[in-house]
């Protein structure tokens, strides 16, 4: 008696849980680096970041604007993206995030791209 209602929580969980392993691939860059992104060769070329440094006042929030090449087999793309818009996507290809700026510090950037799934 027990066994049907196992089996079908069972059913019902499965799925969900299969549902709940799908998650986005993420790749970090810096400058001048490429890597692979599916099936992308992805390459950052620059970066333009205007974003508020953590430890400032700022009257503006500022972005981060990344340029980069985008490789699928004999395809090449060149796109701009912004970290700041958070649903579009260029080529399946978004900013999800990016190292923090400190004032006064001169690190290198470094920008995770996502490929949204």
Request: aromatic content about 0%; charged content about 15%; glycine content about 8%.
């Amino acid at each position: 008696m027990t066994t049907l209602p196992l089996t079908l929580l069972r059913r019902a969980l499965l799925p969900l849980a299969l549902l709940g392993s799908a998650h986005a691939a993420t790749l970090d860059l810096k400058v001048g680096q490429s890597g692979h992104l599916g099936d992308a060769t992805v390459t950052l070329l620059r970066t333009q970041d205007s974003r508020c440094p953590m430890n400032a006042r700022c009257i503006q929030a500022g972005d981060l604007i990344a340029s980069v090449l985008v490789r699928e087999g004999s395809r090449v793309r060149l796109l701009r993206l912004k970290l700041s818009d958070t649903t579009a996507q260029s080529a399946g290809l978004h900013i999800s995030g990016a190292t923090a700026n400190m004032a006064g510090q001169h690190r290198p950037l470094t920008v995770t791209f996502s490929d949204g799934r």
